[in-house]
């Protein structure tokens, strides 16, 4: 259900709240990832660099006018993801405070559409990743996993903020 008028300081308040919760759910979701790979074994593929520090290497060129520094990359790379993880926690505390469903299932649902439309349709569509179809269901599965875990704890930490701002 729509909320009929909301006012611009709850909509402030789920800004801040889901932008904070976005980056703790950033945080838990690189830590589960980095668990998913110790327990399983599985090593790092050397088959280009990851998302997060091809967009970070086309900033610093479109920014600095020069390439990361093998260095730089890493730093660079965490950098977007948590600032992703950020907006689209900011944009999910937006969406709860104006429409109240939109936090059904706990932030779920949240990060199972972020999956989606970031890791399926977007990164691929940027020319950042493999086309889905060419990624093991093993990756794709990680790969969601790791958003729920994202979704909720951003989810419960907006929850938790919430509160505190109340």
Known sequence: ????????????????????GGVAGSLTMELFQAGLKKASGQQEQGEGEPATIQVAQKVSETVRDKALTENEKNPAGEM???????????????????????????????GAVLWLLADEI???????????????????????????VYGSTADAVRRCVLKVLD
Not at 1 to 19: D, P, R
Not at 88 to 110: D, N, W
């Open 80 to 110: 977007v993801h948590y600032a992703f993880g950020a907006g689209a926690g900011a944009l999910y505390g937006v969406a709860a405070a104006a429409l109240p469903k939109a936090s059904a299932g706990f932030g779920l649902l949240f």
């Open 122 to 148: 977007g990164v691929p569509t940027a020319g950042l990743s493999k086309p889905p179809g060419e990624v093991p269901v093993r990756e794709h599965a990680s790969a969601f996993a790791a958003h729920l």
């Open 1 to 20: 259900m729509y909320k009929t008028k909301v006012s611009a300081q709850e909509i402030a308040k789920g800004a801040l709240a889901g932008l904070i």
